[in-house]
Nanobody, 128 residues
Framework: QVQVEESGGGLVQAGGSLKLSCAASGRTFNAYAMGWFRQAPGKEREFVVAVTMSGVITNYADSVKGRFTISRDNAKNTVYLQMNSLKPEDTAVYYC?????????????????????WGQGTQVTVSS
């Protein structure tokens, strides 16, 4: 089995930065991609960004473009999300997920359905 665990969340003032980590363990060989999603209170979970194990980075969600950066360390089976210039609207539970294979059409790594393993989430709160 595969375990996915996020860390690095917390409380930060608007304009500040946080770096989230997502570590995958277990049978992670041949994993296809890892992605970040977030869910704000009262809203549906939304895609943030993903990266394939070969290094291809997807488009970022428009709401985070230019402020968030995804990176990966395959040797550590870890993906990072550097979040800069944080805004109160970035407040959410951030989830990391792992796709063990390339999703079949019509799904893509932009959708939740592409992912097989999810972490428990880490809370990010941005105060104004």
């Amino acid at each position: 089995q595969v375990q996915v665990e996020e860390s690095g969340g917390g409380l930060v003032q608007a304009g500040g930065s946080l770096k989230l980590s997502c570590a995958a363990s277990g049978r992670t060989f041949n994993a296809y991609a890892m992605g970040w999603f977030r869910q704000a209170p009262g809203k549906e979970r939304e895609f943030v960004v993903a990266v394939t194990m070969s290094g291809v980075i997807t488009n970022y969600a428009d709401s985070v473009k230019g402020r968030f950066t995804i990176s990966r360390d395959n040797a550590k089976n870890t993906v990072y999300l550097q979040m800069n210039s944080l805004k109160p609207e970035d407040t959410a539970v951030y989830y990391c997920a792992l796709a063990r294979s390339r999703p079949d059409y019509p799904f893509s790594v932009y959708t939740e359905f592409a992912y097989h393993y999810w972490g428990q989430g880490t809370q990010v709160t941005v105060s104004s």
